[in-house]
């Protein structure tokens, strides 16, 4: 299986921040990379997959980027919505796929 | 718009079977273009894949729950079912569903499902 390491577990930010969240996989990965964002009490939803590619209706302040093992995604500017738990998912190698164990970004 | 809706009892006993299904309403479903999977959440935990189904009946399974679980869909009705065997407290979760095109782009609501005597 394909181990997914997402880094920070949390973070405190304010609005208008710049946010970054890594997530690492255990081997190469060809960019078959997801990013989704939960709320609690909520599904999860889809941001970006094949590791840049926002879905239709993501807000451009989202972005994700990076290669073979290592991909980040970027909040250019932290909006009071976007607090929220943020996974990563790779879907190259399956079964099975595999998710990130998540990012907690919190107000500070 | 396509929509996925769960259904299924909320309480299962321990050593009994958990079923649940999914209904999709909306475009897609009658299409192997698309994959339809669980994924569960633990209390306060991430997301961990079961499965998946394609309309034709192809199934993919998580190895870690493999030996327990079964996947069907029921192209007549369109829905996808999920069913656990022999469950213990610790398959205690909240079940979503899902449509897989490259990623899981439409999901349930999720159907909380509680073991417990």
């Known amino acids: 299986d394909i181990q997914m390491t997402q880094s920070p577990s949390s973070l405190s930010a304010s609005v208008g921040d710049r946010v970054t969240i890594t997530c690492r996989a255990s081997?190469?990965?060809?960019?078959?990379l997801a990013w989704y964002q939960q709320k609690p009490g909520k599904a999860p939803k889809l941001l970006v997959y094949?590791?840049?590619t926002l879905e239709s209706g993501v807000p451009s302040r989202f972005s994700g980027s990076g290669s073979g093992t290592d991909y980040t995604l970027t909040i250019s500017s932290l909006q009071p919505e976007d607090f929220a738990t943020y996974y990563c998912?790779?879907?190259?190698?399956?079964?099975?796929?595999?998710f990130g164990g998540g990012t907690t970004v919190g107000i500070k | 718009q396509l929509q996925l809706q769960e259904s299924g009892p909320g309480l299962v006993k321990p050593s009994e079977t958990l079923s649940l299904t999914c209904t999709v309403s909306g475009d897609s479903f009658n299409s192997d273009s698309y994959f339809w999977a669980w994924i569960r959440q633990l209390p306060g935990k991430g997301l961990e894949w079961i499965g998946s189904v394609s309309y034709s009946g192809s199934t993919y399974y998580n190895p870690s729950l493999k030996s327990r679980v079964t996947i069907s869909v029921d192209t007549s009705k369109n829905q996808f079912s999920l069913k656990v065997n022999s469950v213990t407290a610790a398959d205690t979760a909240v079940y979503y569903c899902a449509r897989r095109w490259v990623a899981l782009d439409h999901w349930g609501q999720g159907s909380r499902v509680s073991v417990s005597s």
């Open positions: 094949g590791a840049d």
């Open positions: 998912q790779q879907y190259h190698n399956m079964p099975p796929l595999t």
């Open positions: 081997q190469a990965i060809s960019d078959a």
